[in-house]
């Protein structure tokens, strides 16, 4: 019976992720008042506490568009001791990830609630690269310009503009979503549109897919 009830909350959450993913892709609809009130009633009320259960449900496929955009990133990237972001970082999932990846460079993880600071800080406390851990808004990340080398963004708002603000000549941003496979070519074209990037490139992995833009 729990494990019926498990995946039929899988299910719906897929469900609701892959319909709200497309909307918050779009400036006007991301930055409204009524978006950002209802990301902040599902991560700080519905989900938050048990954002980490949502995570297991995927039986190890949540991680793999951002292994993927993450191998992509680390080709590109010359610095050994990059600056990374982890943009809306929720339990810290895509940090520590990262960290495997890049343990040499620091990491600022941050997210807009102080409750999902708290869980990514419990949960990367084993992790031995530099992650500083911060409360903050993707639509004003206290950074100065140009001072990030690369941006990871999963399943959270991905506000290009303010990405493109904080990152390096050269820097990059990899967004993925995890549960929206079927908008990845659209995805990638209203990143294109931005005309923020000289490049973006991007694959479907799995249930997801990943961007990754220069
Ligand atoms: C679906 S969770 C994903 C967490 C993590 N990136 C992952 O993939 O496991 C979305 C997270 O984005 C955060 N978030 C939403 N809007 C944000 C904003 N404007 N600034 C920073 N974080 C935000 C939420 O609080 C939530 O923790």
Sequence with gaps: MGKLLNRLS????????????????????????????????CFGRLYGNRYQDIIDSFHGRYGLAMAEG????KKMISDKTPIILDC????GFVTKQATKQFPNATFISFDILHGMVMQARNNCNDVTTDVFHVQADTFAIPLTDQSVDLLLAQNTIPWF???SRVRRPGGMIVYV???????AELAKRLVVKYKLFETVMGEQVDLGFY???R
């Design 10 to 41: 899988h299910f719906l959450t897929q469900i609701l992720f892959s319909i709200i993913t497309p909307p918050l892709l779009m400036p006007m609809v991301a930055k409204l008042s009524i978006t950002r009130l209802f990301i902040s009633f």
């Design 70 to 73: 993450l191998a992509e990133a």
């Design 88 to 91: 809306g970082s929720g339990t």
């Design 161 to 163: 503009a303010e990405f």
């Design 177 to 183: 979503d995890t549960s929206a496979g079927w908008i």
């Design 211 to 213: 961007i990754l833009a």
